[in-house]
């Protein structure tokens, strides 16, 4: 929702960039706004996501009691994907959620803050597949990309990709911690053209966004 400058087009959401020219143009934006080169994307819709965790398997993932009782409820899944007949019967606490879970359980925006807290389960659920296939070996995790790749839309070669697998394993690469923008306290809430956006201090976003990456200050 950040309310950004597009080249080419009029200010607008930052994800408007995607809807106008794809990775191409939210690379751009993203350069303009935050000063950031993007390298390569991965994008990967609602069939596509569910397809690609099936190779990895459920994910172990905890549930607030409001999550689990909206994930249960006529209300817990939106109508435009078929999560199949199956009644759900989550509780709170951990459980082990099928990839159609998983799909539901990233799309909630109506429990915590809205898209903040969707935004921290979606962080959240990458978090946990890399866990989960963190320690295979080279070979086992070549073979889990091949089969990941027909599922995904990306503007890097399989080589590439395949070598970002290979750079992974040998520097022993993990997940610490997870980070987004806006930064709390630099932007604020506003309507625009009777859109609710935020407006980011781009300056000040830039510059946490850069130090987190590359540790410059």
């Known amino acids: 929702d950040m309310y950004v400058s597009i080249p080419g087009y009029s200010d607008n959401r930052l994800n408007a960039a995607y809807a106008f020219g794809g990775m191409k143009l939210l690379d751009k934006t993203i350069k303009k706004n935050f000063g950031l080169r993007i390298d390569g994307n991965v994008a990967v819709d609602f069939d596509g996501f569910i397809k690609a965790l099936g190779n990895i398997g459920n994910l172990e993932i905890e549930l607030s009691k409001a999550e689990a009782n909206f994930l249960n409820g006529q209300y ?30 990233s799309r909630i925006r109506y429990v915590g803050r809205s898209d903040w807290t969707r935004t921290e389960r979606q ?39 395949l070598n970002l697998v290979r750079y992974v394993v040998l520097k022993h690469m993990n997940i610490a911690e997870t980070y987004r923008i806006p930064i709390d306290g630099a932007y604020r809430y506003a309507t625009v053209g009777k859109m609710s956006v935020l407006l980011p201090d781009l300056k000040k976003n830039s510059k946490a966004l850069q130090n987190y990456l590359y540790g410059t200050q």
């Open 76 to 105: 817990g899944v939106e109508k435009d994907v078929d999560y199949g007949p199956d009644k759900w019967d989550l509780k709170e606490g951990v459980n082990s959620l099928t990839p159609n879970q998983v799909l539901a359980y």
């Open 123 to 161: 962080r959240t659920v990458i978090v946990k597949a890399y866990d989960k296939i963190k320690d295979l070996s080279l070979g086992e995790l070549i073979g889990l990309a091949e089969n990941i790749l027909p599922c995904i839309s990306t503007d890097m070669t399989k080589v590439q990709i």
